[in-house]
């Protein structure tokens, strides 16, 4: 099993930024593959960004591209997702997830986070 602990949502004005971390714990030689997801209200839980420890490759969802950013410290078993020039579209609850293959849907990801919720306040 890998537990997955997200933080670091709040609210924020549009133009603002926010960090996003979540730290792997337990099995974490399974989770080769760490993504974000959001899901805003009344709708599905969508693809925001992945990273591949294996090569350091990332994958963003076109409407974040240039804006977020995905990194992480293997280290510390730490993934993070840098968020700028947010707008009120971004407002969801962003969740963590982890496997050991990187995939673009959430049916991709066996282990998942609680959720952060990020506002942003037009």
């Not at 997955?4 to 609210?11: A, I, K, R, T, Y």
């Not at 133009?15 to 974000?36: E, H």
């Not at 947010?86 to 959430?106: F, I």
Request: with cysteine; glycine share 12%.
């Amino acid at each position: 099993q890998v537990q997955l602990v997200e933080s670091g949502g709040g609210l924020v004005q549009a133009g603002g930024s926010l960090r996003l971390s979540c730290v792997a714990s337990g099995r974490t030689f399974s989770a080769s593959a760490m993504g974000w997801f959001r899901q805003a209200p009344g709708k599905e839980r969508e693809f925001v960004a992945a990273i591949n420890w294996n090569g350091g490759n990332t994958y963003y969802a076109d409407s974040v591209k240039g804006r977020f950013t995905i990194s992480g410290d293997i280290a510390k078993n730490t993934v993070y997702l840098q968020m700028n020039s947010l707008k009120p579209e971004d407002t969801a609850v962003y969740y963590c997830a982890a496997d050991s293959h990187l995939g673009w849907n959430q049916r991709d990801y066996a282990y998942w986070g609680q959720g952060t919720q990020v506002t942003v306040s037009s």
